[in-house]
């Protein structure tokens, strides 16, 4: 996670969560729209030198940050490296969102699709538990271009948000 506390203050509060760790890419402090969170974890989870030991974690939430990787499939990679055995990690990313919604201080990549998500943990030997999406933007189509193309039965329509949670089995 690499949000401000202020975004996702859920996860704080879930009797099952002991402890949160933030991570950042660049400094200490991790900041979004006015919001600051100091970052515990300092580091590129794309490298191949990871900032954490392999095996360390339970949960990993990967929330709207592999659209900003270069290397997506590394990052999810590294993320089955981190995972302790049985351990589970969440992706969200934005599909239908405001291009360059960051400025120009992230580079904003890729939008991923369900088969994106599943091709991505095959090649990094998770197990996948579950993908999907949320929001459906193709009824806001119609104001546009006059033609509703939310999700039916030949399509999976145009959603705000996806989704995909796995599982590192062994192997």
């Known amino acids: 996670m690499s949000t401000p506390e202020y975004f996702h203050k859920w996860i704080y509060k879930l009797s099952t969560v002991e402890k949160v760790l933030v991570s950042d890419l660049q400094g200490p402090i991790v900041e979004k729209a006015g919001h600051y969170t100091q970052a515990d974890i300092i580091g590129d989870f794309c490298a191949i030198d990871l900032p954490v030991p392999e095996n360390s974690y339970d949960t990993v939430l990967c929330l709207n940050i592999i659209e900003h990787c270069e290397d997506p499939i590394s990052m999810v990679k590294n993320m089955y490296r981190i995972l302790r055995r049985e351990g589970v990690v969440f992706f969200l990313t934005p599909y239908a969102y405001i291009y360059g919604h960051t400025g120009d201080t992230w580079p904003d990549y890729w939008r991923f ?59």
Do not use: N, Q
């Open 113 to 171: 699709g369900r088969d994106a998500y599943l091709l991505m943990a095959k090649k990094a030997g998770l197990e996948v538990i579950a993908t999907g999406s949320h929001g459906d933007m193709g009824k806001y189509f119609k104001y546009e271009i006059g033609e509703d193309v939310s999700a039916k039965g030949y399509h999976r329509g145009v959603p705000l948000a996806t989704w995909m949670i796995c599982r590192k089995s062994e192997r």
